[in-house]
């Protein structure tokens, strides 16, 4: 469980940070203030679940480094906000970003050693696209939220990020998608079964779940938010953007726990 709540969350923070690269300033300095904190929180809270093997390879110390720095950067890109360094803040950002980029491709690589999972540049795609959904359906909510305290903010603000939420969740339905193409044709059960039989066996609820909460719920839910910033109704937009967030929680917490039991990184 500690595995799957180090991801969860170390992808989470990461993905908040992210999508903070793309929010325009007029939300001002307090929704910048909240989200950079509650991402170091998430990032600082994975690091507490960080699992450590016996013995610590080289790997693993530079992921577990480059995850330090990341939550670091954020750190102080949260301190100096409304404290000056202006200029300095999208680059604590981008080092963020970078760092955690990193963070994720030596979790893939360790994770792959050996019959942990498909391949390496596989996992890493679908974690960095696992980073980008969770990121941009945890923002979007928030933004949605934050025309309570600014009214008088643009809803082309909100429009935006839900495009990035809508593309981000057909990312990764197609990385999904490209996973299970591949587990079908390569996958195996220790028991000797393929991945279909799996798919289709009581196991393979998990899967389905998987599938229908964490991928199909966001692709209506996201589209509907879209059409309601559309008239302009941002509370309703909000309201929607708070059960598609849930949704998408729910889909990626699970894709960890699949990851880790099969080694198939949906």
């Known amino acids: 469980m500690s595995s799957v709540l180090f991801l969860f969350l170390s992808h989470l923070g990461i993905g908040i940070a992210a999508t903070l690269l793309i929010v325009g300033s007029a939300a001002g300095a307090q929704f910048f203030r909240f989200n950079s904190g509650l991402a170091a929180v998430f990032m600082l809270v994975a690091l507490a679940f960080r699992p450590t093997p016996s013995p610590v390879t080289d790997l693993e ?16 890109y949260w301190a ?7 200029g300095l803040r999208p680059w604590l950002l981008l080092a963020t970003v ?3 980029g990193l963070s994720m491709v030596t979790q893939a690589i360790g994770l792959t050693a050996g019959e942990m999972a498909l ?14 959904l969770l990121g941009g359906a945890c923002t979007a909510m928030i933004l949605g939220h934050w025309y309570l305290v600014l009214p008088s903010m643009d809803v082309s603000l909100l429009q935006s990020i839900v495009k990035f939420h809508i593309g ?7 990385v999904v998608v490209a996973v299970v193409w591949v587990a079908l044709v390569s996958w195996q059960a220790p028991s000797g079964a393929g991945y279909s039989q799996y798919a289709l066996s009581l196991d393979g609820v998990f899967l389905w779940q998987r599938v229908l ?3 199909g719920s966001p692709a209506v839910l996201s589209y509907l938010t879209w059409e309601t910033a559309k008239i302009r109704a941002t509370q309703s937009a909000t309201g929607i953007l708070y059960v598609d967030f849930f949704t998408v929680v729910v889909g990626e917490v699970l ?4 990851l880790l039991s099969t080694r198939v990184p949906l």
């Open 80 to 86: 100096s906000i409304g404290r000056g360094l202006a």
């Open 213 to 215: 909460f964490g991928l």
């Open 168 to 174: 981000s969740t057909v990312v990764r339905t197609a």
């Open 61 to 76: 110390s530079v992921g577990f480094v480059a995850l330090v720095v990341a939550t670091g950067a954020l750190l102080v």
């Open 255 to 258: 894709a960890k726990y699949l």
């Open 119 to 132: 391949s390496a540049p596989l996992t890493a795609v679908s974690f960095f696209s696992s980073a980008a």
């Open 98 to 100: 970078l760092a955690g």
